[in-house]
């Protein structure tokens, strides 16, 4: 009986270690974050829904991988590995203050679950639109460098972290503008973290002008949700 019990308990460790490291990351998978830094943050998710109605503040895309881990990129991170992560991958992404790339490591640990889980979903393009990923890596990495749009508006030679990822991607439609928006649902009225926002910036709100969030990109027909590495938080019905 002992001996069942050890080989069950074996092959469990074995079946858990296998679903684990069953998915890997593919260059042109675009990471959705719930990302828990600003007020900013919970401002841009209260207005979107989001793929099985999480939240998600900020977006990047995988633009090189496959590489070993030789020394942790952050050695503030250096316990906290999760998924058995052996490869590194670059993540491209537009946040304050440029257009940059940051470690796959780096990027999970910035926003945990309670389980001490990535808040990060993975999204991959429909075999029929991945031939765009490789023009659209080529202007991504095209880009790195250029300062990050903190007025959220287009064609300003700017860019946030949706704005850039939708412009790679434009040519073949892969995701949708939408007119913007600053109120509260709940209120009907201008959010007054935006109003504050925007008084600094100096500028008027763009309320209405066409742009795009992590959320809206998220329930896109295009791509499909391939994985989940923890669990992001969810709107309140």
Not at 87 to 110: C, G, M, Q
Request: with cysteine.
């Amino acid at each position: 009986m002992r001996q069942l019990l050890v080989i069950f308990f074996i092959c469990f460790l074995s079946c858990n270690n296998a679903d684990n490291n069953e998915f890997q990351l593919q260059i042109g998978d675009i990471l959705f974050q719930d990302l828990d830094s600003s007020p900013l943050c919970d401002a841009i998710e209260m207005v979107t829904p989001g793929h099985n109605n999480y939240n998600f503040s900020h977006i990047g895309i995988i633009i090189e991988g496959g590489i070993p881990f030789t020394t942790n990129a952050d050695s503030r991170f250096e316990e906290k590995y999760f998924y058995n992560l052996e490869e590194d991958f670059r993540v491209l992404e537009a946040i304050p203050n440029k257009v940059t790339t940051t470690h796959i490591d780096s990027f999970l640990n910035r926003s945990l679950d309670n389980n001490h889980n990535p808040k990060v979903i993975v999204g991959r393009l429909n075999k029929k639109y991945q031939h765009s990923i490789d023009n659209a890596v080529k202007f991504l990495k095209s880009k790195i460098g250029v300062e990050y749009d903190d007025f959220f508006i287009k064609d300003n030679n700017k860019y946030y972290c949706s704005e850039l990822i939708h412009e790679a991607f434009e040519k073949d439609s892969i995701f949708k503008l939408y007119p913007m928006t600053f109120i509260d649902p709940n209120t009907r009225n201008t959010m007054d973290i935006w109003q504050g926002y925007y008084q600094e910036l100096e500028t008027r709100i763009p309320e209405g002008e066409p742009g795009i969030n992590p959320g809206i990109m998220s329930i896109s027909e295009k791509i499909e949700i391939v994985h989940k590495y923890g669990e992001p938080s969810k709107k309140i019905q």
